[in-house]
Each structure stands twice: as structure tokens, then as C-alpha cells.
């Protein structure tokens, strides 16, 4: 069966980063009409129309965003993109941001019209040097076409953009946390209310959006809204860049509609479970989302049908692991990512990445006891209602679905004081 690539549609071209191949593929048709034929509410009443959702891991509706940003009169305001793609899992912007970059250019500048915003930054983590490398040069390329700078194409429209490099760390790709370090500051998350949208950068109206939502923007203006939500799911229509990793045989990006069925992406384009074996888990929505058993993955990368299980779809970022794994090491190695990553700014998450990690370390190396379970659940439900900001409420995910779904791996190393797949 075809699927449309929307996104990804322009990755295989030569140059594909350079202004003309993007114009010669379609691009700046969306920024065009917008600027030519449309108001700023017609541009978000056509974004809320398509349904998109933000493709950033909370999957909250892109019009209503942009809505909320139009109607705040307090200026000035700005656009933000989060190029931050920290979760582990996930490789997706990355491949949009050196292959499409004038896609996220494009628009981020449909969203400064749209909201009344003449500034943008591209917040991008620290190690895609590469990346932000090729998003200043397009950047100097739109000035020079005239596609960012003063007067856009001639219209009473400025908007124009920076690129800021994060330092390498996973936190500030939350959304409060990544403004804090967009200020100068350290990387620690704000309690929300007030959301960025009104109180977002300097304290102004701010829209921050996904690279791969960013993305999305130009081809709803250009073939429709009605185009767009007829694809995939209905309350979260459109296609979704999957990222695909771990034990399969064919890892890597694949753009598919969204609600596609897991089992399908796995088996269909990953062709299955590498070396023959069998699958034992996957972590739907990257390692913050809690793993599934081999029972439960035929189902729909839908937020609402994963959350039902117990997951989330985050952003698309597919483990699979196969079964002779041993759950009680993956455990271990996310907690440790987690209480790494934890900002320390609130007891909870602090304590309770630093606790579970310690518990699991001791488990692992066959000094576990059978209450630390309970001790764990205790720790990790904390985490999930206490917890400040998303870091927190999610880092218990792994550890904890992996107790639910493979209590015979923890009792190996509990009771035999060993590791049943000798850690491989
Ligand atoms: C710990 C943490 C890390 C996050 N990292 C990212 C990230 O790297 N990229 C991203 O787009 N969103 C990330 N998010 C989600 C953002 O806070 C925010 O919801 C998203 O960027 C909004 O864009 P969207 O509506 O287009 O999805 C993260 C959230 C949390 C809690
Ligand atoms: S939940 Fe974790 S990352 Fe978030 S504010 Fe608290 S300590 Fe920092």
C-alpha cells in the first residue's frame, strides 16, 4: 500500500538543503498564499481545521496553540522551535533539519504571520553541530530571497530567526526549561500556569512547536485542511515519522498515518525481529513511554489507544527488544538516564531517580531482595503525581511497566541472585 510522504518527500533530492531545490520542489507556495490571500485567523482556522496535533511527544492541538498566541495582546511575541530531540529513541527532526530545513523555516514564518510575531529562534541540542550548521546557512539564504528579513515578498510582514545551540542536556527539551536556557539561564523547568503561550520567552506570548509539526505547516496551507485530516487517524490526523530502533532488520525512519497499526510498522517495514528471534517488548514512544509485552502491540500508534494500556506515543520513537533480553538491565540503564538528566529542582524526581537508580543497581548485581519491588512502585507512583515537570512524571515509565510485564526477569536476579540471559 502507498502512503503519502509528506515531510520526508523531499529528503532523497540532491541539494535538497539549498533554497532553489527547495523552491523548485513547491516551496514558499504556502508562505505565498498565506502572505497573498490570507488573513492571520484564516491561516489558524485552516490549522485547527486539519486537526494537527504537535508531533513534540504531548500531542496537544497545533490551532489552539496558535489561537491562544493571536489573542494575547501583549507583544512582542515569539515563534520557537524545538530541535532539542532528546528523547532516547528518537532521530527524526534531526534527518528534517539537515535534509528540509527551509520546511521548518517555512513554517515557523507562517506561524510568525499567523500569531503576529516578528522573531524566531530554532533551539537545537548541542551535538548537531552539523545541523545547525546547515539551518544558519538557509537561514542566510531566505534573507537574501527575501523569505525572512523586513517586508517579506513585498508584504507589511518582518519576521526573522536565530539558531541557539543547547549544551547537552535532555531537560531542556521540555519546553519551559528550554526558554529558561534560550534566556541564558540554567535549564530548569517553570511551573505551569502559566503556560508559555502567554508567559513563554522574556515573559511574552510565546508558540513553541516540534521540528516535524513545524514541518507539516506549509503542506496544509498548500493542499488543504480537509487533504490533511482525511489522512490517518481522526482526532490525530495526518502521518508521523517513525523512529524505528532496536533488535528489528530494518531500523529507520518511516513516515506513515498516524493510528497505523504497531505490529505493522514492525513487521511490515522493520521486517521483523532481527536474527530470527522473537519479540519481547517495545517501548512505544520512546524510553519514557512505558514498554508493551508481545500481547499487547497490536494496536493503533494512537495517544488515546496507547494511553489506554498504560503508554503514549510521545514522538514516534520505536525500541524494540527481543526476547533474550533481560528487562531488569534495561531497567537499570533508563533509570540511570533519568536520574542523570533529573534538573534537581524538585524532591520527587530528585530523590526518586537517585533511590530507584541505587535499588537497581543492587538488584542487577544479585543483592536485591524481594521488597524492593514495593519500594520501587512506592518511589515511582511519588514521581508520577509529584513530580514538577514531564521529566519527572515520566521517568518511572520504564521501571515500572517493565515490573508489570516482566516480574520472571526480576525474579531471576531476586531469587537466583543471577541474570537469566547473563546480560546480554
Ligand atoms: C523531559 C522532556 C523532554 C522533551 N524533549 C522534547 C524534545 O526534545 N523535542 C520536542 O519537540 N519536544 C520535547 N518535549 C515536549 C515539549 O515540552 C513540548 O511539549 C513540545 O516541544 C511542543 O511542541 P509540539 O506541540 O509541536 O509537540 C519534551 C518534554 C519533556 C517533559
Ligand atoms: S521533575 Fe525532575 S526534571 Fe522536572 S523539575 Fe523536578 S527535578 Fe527537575
Redesign the pocket.
Known amino acids: 500500500m502507498d502512503y503519502p510522504s509528506i515531510t520526508l518527500r523531499n529528503i532523497k533530492e540532491p541539494d535538497s538543503h539549498k533554497i532553489n531545490t527547495y523552491l523548485k520542489s513547491g516551496g514558499y507556495k504556502g508562505l505565498t498564499r498565506v502572505l497573498d490571500d490570507m488573513v492571520p485567523e484564516e491561516v489558524i482556522g485552516s490549522i485547527k481545521r486539519s486537526g494537527l496535533r ?5 500531542s ?1 492541538p ?1 490551532g489552539l ?1 496558535w489561537e491562544f498566541a493571536r489573542r494575547d495582546r501583549n507583544f512582542p511575541k515569539y515563534i520557537v522551535c ?1 530541535a ?4 532516547p529513541g528518537t532521530f527524526k527532526d534531526r534527518i528534517l533539519i539537515e535534509k528540509d530545513p527551509f520546511a521548518i523555516i517555512e513554517g515557523m514564518t507562517i506561524a510568525g504571520f499567523s500569531v503576529g510575531a516578528e522573531k524566531g529562534y530554532i533551539y537545537i541540542r548541542g551535538e548537531y553541530v552539523k545541523g545547525a550548521e546547515i539551518l544558519r546557512k538557509a537561514i542566510k539564504e531566505a534573507k537574501e530571497k527575501n523569505f525572512l528579513g523586513k517586508n517579506i515578498q513585498g508584504k507589511d510582514f518582518n519576521f526573522d530567526l536565530d539558531v541557539y545551540m543547547g549544551a547537552g542536556s ?2 531542556c ?3 519551559t526549561a528550554l526558554i529558561e536556557s534560550l534566556e541564558g539561564n540554567v535549564g530548569y523547568s517553570r511551573i505551569k500556569p502559566p503556560f508559555p503561550i502567554n508567559v513563554g520567552l522574556w515573559d511574552k506570548p510565546t508558540v ?4 516535524e ?1 513545524f514541518s507539516l505547516v506549509a503542506p496544509i496551507i498548500v493542499n488543504g485542511d480537509e487533504w490533511f485530516s482525511n489522512i490517518g487517524a481522526r482526532d490525530f490526523p495526518g502521518t508521523m515519522i517513525y523512529s524505528l530502533s532496536g533488535h528489528v532488520n530494518k531500523p529507520g525512519l518511516y513516515e506513515l498515518p498516524t493510528g497505523i497499526n504497531l505490529k505493522t510498522i514492525i513487521y511490515e517495514f522493520g521486517g521483523g525481529i532481527k536474527d530470527g528471534k522473537k519479540l519481547k517488548a517495545v517501548f512505544p514512544g520512546g524510553l519514557s513511554s512505558g514498554c508493551l509485552n508481545e500481547n499487547e502491540i497490536d494496536i493503533p500508534m494512537d495517544h488515546k489507544a496507547l494511553a489506554k494500556v498504560g503508554s503514549m506515543l510521545g ?1 514516534g520513537a520505536i525500541i524494540v527488544i527481543n526476547d533474550e533480553t533481560c528487562m531488569v538491565e534495561i531497567a537499570r540503564r533508563g533509570m540511570k538516564f533519568f536520574r542523570h538528566e533529573s534538573c534537581g529542582k524538585c524532591v520527587p524526581c530528585r530523590e526518586g531517580t537517585f533511590w530507584i537508580s541505587k535499588i537497581m543497581l543492587r538488584i542487577v548485581n544479585g543483592e536485591g531482595k524481594k521488597e524492593d519491588l514495593d519500594l520501587i512502585k512506592d518511589l515511582g507512583q511519588g514521581m508520577k503525581t509529584a513530580a514538577f ?3 519527572g512524571l ?1 521517568a518511572a515509565n520504564p521501571v515500572l511497566s517493565i515490573i508489570k510485564n516482566f516480574p520472571k526477569d526480576f525474579e531471576s536476579h531476586i531469587n537466583d541472585k543471577k541474570c537469566a540471559y547473563n546480560n546480554k
Do not use: Q
Open positions: 504537535g508531533r513534540g511527544g504531548a496537544f497545533t496553540k524545538n532539542d530531540e532528546g528523547e535532555y531537560i527539551g521540555e519546553e513553541l512547536n516540534n521540528v509539526t514522538s515537570c514531564g521529566l515520566a
